[in-house]
């Protein structure tokens, strides 16, 4: 019998059943992307499978509407997915749960920085599919809180990442743990030779579907550089946004410490924005992605933390206010962009002792990345930075000298005099 002709009658071309065609329609589906199409019948025809695609290219519908379709809603957990990340977890989830609205089925996140608790007491209702990174994967089943005996589906999803981040001795543990027969699947937007070792030690006869083509990067991100020096890269900044108006933007940051500086800054400029990095708690982190995620926030300043696990439609700019020193990382920072074949633009700041960063770049994606510019944009060069210029320590009424010459024995004479403070005390006796 033929679906609904409202129903989004591709996917049902591919096997899709009712129940999870009516969760597309609802999430706005039409058309399968070139990786849904080659992985959804390998997976329903029972078939280790290893999936590359690009970034934004809708993997995770790929593995998720197969196994889902399969799952018995009266069993307990069927299906395990392994992601990377405590954000990715919260993704993918999310994604699941939508594409399975009018199922009974139950998908639970399983990740460190929550209650386990918590985690534990949503388990305990029947539960067909986990989302969990490895670590609080493998802490609950070592207590033995859960058990994989009736697992059918093991995914391992951006598998590439995990490897990089040094999971591979818990993946080899989860998976060995697996031990009745199951369906295996790796998806990944890139393969090494060690995803293939492991590939060959944990799946039988697996199918490839690679659509990735060897290109890294997604062809309709526009991919610009600017020439700034650090001192100027906050006015760059200022410019841009109020040149380009992003509709919705990623600064990517190298460190934490800027991500909190820059996002202060920017809110000082009476601009939407939050910050996201590791030293959030991960309830804050929560929300602040749920607002993103629903544009309730323009601009996201983030580490790399973020930039695997960030799934939002409609991300117009990515702006590498950081250049990253891992070529790969850029890929990964730029394919938050340009979702589902919507167009994005990336824009890199360049310092002038950063070129070689750039290089790498342009060697690994095969592509020139061209130099923008801004008419607005002024450089300073450093003798003009005289204004932000701060007095060096000085003694209780000597001169205060100025990194540019300059000299001030006001600020020197109305200095406190220095005191070890009470921290420095030593310790009095015991009479």
């Not at 993918?92 to 749960?97: I, P």
């Not at 990253?324 to 979702?339: C, E, K, M, N, S």
């Not at 003009?384 to 060096?392: D, H, R, V």
């Amino acid at each position: 019998m033929k679906p609904h002709p409202d129903l989004p009658s591709k996917f049902a071309d591919l096997g899709i059943e009712l129940a999870l065609l009516k969760g597309l329609q609802k999430a706005g589906f039409e058309t399968p992307t070139d990786i849904q199409r080659e992985m959804i019948p390998l997976v329903l025809q029972g078939r280790d499978v290893m999936g590359q695609a690009r970034t934004g290219t809708g993997k995770t519908a790929a593995f998720a509407l197969p196994i889902m379709q399969q799952l018995d809603p009266n069993k307990h957990i069927q299906a395990v997915v392994i992601v990377p990340t405590r954000e990715l977890a919260v993704q993918v989830t999310a994604e699941m749960r939508r594409l399975a609205v009018d199922t009974p089925l139950q998908i639970v996140p399983i990740y460190g920085g929550q209650a386990i608790q918590h985690q534990v007491k949503l388990l305990h209702k029947k539960t067909q599919a986990i989302v969990a990174t490895p670590g609080r994967v493998m802490d609950l089943l070592n207590r033995g809180i859960i058990s994989f005996n009736e697992v059918k589906y093991a995914v391992l999803d951006e598998v590439d990442r995990m490897l990089d981040i040094g999971f591979i001795d818990d993946i080899r543990n989860i998976l060995g743990r697996i031990r009745q027969k199951h369906q295996t699947i790796f998806v990944s937007a890139t393969f090494s030779e060690d995803i293939k070792q492991l590939a060959r030690q944990f799946m039988t006869d697996p199918a490839e579907a690679n659509v990735s083509r060897d290109e890294l990067t997604v062809e309709s991100v526009e991919q610009v550089y600017c020439s700034v020096e650090r001192w100027d890269k906050f006015q760059l900044l200022r410019i841009i946004m109020k040149t380009e108006k992003p509709k919705l933007a990623i600064v990517f940051t190298n460190t934490k410490h800027n991500a909190r500086k820059l996002a202060k800054k920017l809110h000082q400029l009476d601009i939407n924005v939050k910050e996201i990095h590791g030293d959030l708690v991960q309830s804050k982190r929560e929300r602040v992605m749920e607002r993103f995620r629903r544009h309730a926030i323009d601009v996201l300043v983030a580490t790399d933390l973020a930039s695997r696990g960030i799934d939002v439609q409609d991300i117009s700019h990515i702006i590498n206010y950081d250049i990253p020193f891992d070529p790969q990382i850029y890929v990964h920072r730029i394919g938050r962009t340009a979702r589902m074949g919507a167009f994005g633009r990336a824009i890199t700041f360049v310092a002038a002792d950063e070129g070689d960063y750039l290089t790498a770049i342009e060697v690994l994606i095969d592509k020139q990345v061209e130099l923008a510019t801004f008419d607005d944009f002024k450089p300073r060069p450093p003798r003009e930075m005289e204004s932000e210029a701060q007095p060096k320590r000085t003694p209780r009424g000597q001169t205060a000298v100025f990194s540019n010459g300059s000299v001030d024995t006001a600020v020197a004479k109305s200095a406190p005099p220095k005191t070890l403070g009470s921290k420095f005390r030593p310790r009095r006796k015991r009479r």
